[in-house]
């Protein structure tokens, strides 16, 4: 099960931090993500960090904005989200799997999502 958190209302152009912890797991052993699905549109993948090592890769529409990262004292990936936009409003997904790199379609395991809306 993962959880996530610091979903919210923010304003163009604030920063927001989500995280994501999976209950009963450590996030080391997991590669981990987040995906986000705005209304009226399918859910779209934003960014990951790989299993055995750091490697990151972004959405375009991330890139230069969004920065994610693990941090394995506190069990938790977190994503980094400034110069935020009222396009980026949408429910954020964190996602999990066991393979070496997560999977941009059909994760095995996902959180609940969470709520950012950025107003203009």
């Known amino acids: 099960k993962l959880v996530e958190s610091g979903g919210g209302l923010v304003q163009a152009g604030d920063s927001l931090t989500l995280s994501c912890a999976p209950s009963g797991g450590s996030v080391s052993n997991l590669a981990m993500g987040w995906f986000r699905q705005a209304p009226g549109k399918e859910r779209e993948f934003v960014a990951r960090i790989f299993r055995y090592d750091s490697t990151v890769s972004y959405a375009d529409s991330a890139k230069g904005r969004f920065t994610i990262s693990r941090d394995n004292a506190k069990n938790t990936v977190n994503l980094q989200m400034n110069s935020l936009k009222p396009e980026d409003t949408a429910v954020y997904y964190c996602?999990?799997?066991?393979?070496?790199?997560?999977?941009?379609?059909?994760?095995?395991?996902w959180g609940q999502g969470t709520q950012v809306t950025v107003s203009s």
């Open positions: 996602a999990a799997d066991f393979g070496s790199v997560l999977p941009r379609t059909s994760p095995r395991f």
